[in-house]
């Protein structure tokens, strides 16, 4: 069994920013290069999930140490991504513990995600997410009893409601800036405002 896998969910089609969001430019890298990049330096079993664009993003990112997989049915929203991405995982490599991802939060860390992981270890508790402006949400971790119930998800929703439904069996792990994510062209210009000013 491998302890820790990480699931990057890339699927979506971007509508609200007009353009790939995986491909937008981040220092020497593009949005999913970065988050790709942090993620394998914590686990060696990253997969992304690929959906709209899939075949302009693989040609970009083709070069990282992470498996791409499609998910046919990213049209359905977040949910099947998720459980394309855990489907796989627990067929291919059954882990004890995942890490769910996003392509589009700029400033997330392999520091951040080795935290999460020593907290998960720490705690004992079988969930771990991050907190930013009063609200859990990703990164976050889940321990394999959680799986069947991230596998039952449908539609848009994430993983949050499984979080807010289980907050007895939470812990958190601070990141502040984890509330900057990039869905339109005001997104992303407030972010290369606040990395200028970091």
């Known amino acids: 069994m491998e302890q820790f896998a990480i699931i990057v969910l890339a699927a979506g089609p971007s509508s609200r920013l007009g353009e790939p969001k995986q491909l937008l430019p981040l220092a020497d890298m593009n949005l999913l290069q970065h ?5 394998i330096k914590v686990s060696k079993n990253v997969v992304v999930v690929l959906g709209a664009h899939q075949d302009l993003i693989k040609e970009k990112i083709r070069d990282l140490a992470a498996e791409l997989i499609y998910n046919k049915d990213w049209e359905e929203g977040m949910a099947s991504s998720i459980r394309c991405g855990l489907d796989h995982l627990i067929t291919n490599k059954k882990p004890g513990a995942i890490i769910i991802m996003v392509a589009d939060q700029p400033f997330v860390s392999s520091d951040l995600l080795n935290e999460i992981i ?13 907190g930013y402006k009063q609200a859990l949400g990703v990164p976050v971790l889940f321990d394999k009893i959680f799986f069947s119930e991230l596998s039952a998800l449908k539609g848009h929703s994430g993983a949050k409601k499984i979080i807010l439904a289980n907050l007895q069996s939470t812990e958190s792990v601070s990141f502040p800036l984890g509330y900057i994510d990039i869905d339109t062209k005001e997104d992303y210009n407030q972010f290369k405002k606040i990395q200028s000013s970091n």
């Not at 988050?35 to 993620?39: K, L, N």
């Not at 020593?118 to 997410?129: N, R």
């Open 35 to 39: 988050t790709v990049a942090e993620a």
């Open 118 to 130: 020593a907290k998960y270890k720490e705690s004992k508790k079988p969930i771990v997410a991050c």
